[in-house]
């Protein structure tokens, strides 16, 4: 599959949504961020549609998207969670050919750039979902 991510930040916000994460995770993100674990989950997580995730802005973006000049940016992209960095390659984008292309309606790095072989997805897919059993619910 063809995917180069464009930084338009459409995946990040704009709709209501989850972003889950491990306890490894908020770790590493409150670390990022000087934090302790205790002023992290109450700056910046929410329990949403019953599973904790980061908070939303009033937009329905991201608590950690700001949108810039060389387009957007993640206020913890090095410690982002595994659900952030593994898109577009998740297991329902992934289940035909026909889902990766309703998904590319809204992602425009789908489809189009650097190429991405089956072993390289088929890792992500595995680290995908030892990554979903570890998260905090
Ligand atoms: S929607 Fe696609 S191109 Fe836009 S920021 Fe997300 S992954 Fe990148
Ligand atoms: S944590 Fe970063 S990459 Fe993940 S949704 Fe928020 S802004 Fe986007």
Not at 15 to 35: I, K, N, Q, W
Not at 42 to 66: A, H, M
Not at 108 to 119: C, L, V
Request: glycine share 8%; hydrophobic share 40%.
């Amino acid at each position: 599959m063809y995917f180069s991510c464009t930084k338009c930040g459409i995946c990040c916000g704009g709709a209501p949504g989850t972003v889950c994460f491990s306890a490894p995770e908020r770790s590493a993100m409150a670390y990022a961020l000087d934090l302790s674990e205790t002023e992290f989950d109450l700056l910046y997580t929410w329990r949403k549609y019953g599973v904790l995730s980061l908070r939303e802005k009033p937009n329905y973006d991201c608590v950690f998207l700001k949108m810039e000049l060389g387009g957007a940016r993640c206020g913890v992209y090095a410690a982002r969670p595994a659900q952030c960095g593994s898109f577009p390659f998740w297991p329902d984008v992934m289940e035909s050919r026909r889902s990766w292309d309703d998904f590319a309606l809204s992602c425009p790095g789908m489809n189009n750039g650097i190429f991405h072989g089956y072993d390289e997805i088929s890792e992500i897919l595995n680290a995908y979902a030892m990554n979903i059993a570890a998260e905090i619910l």
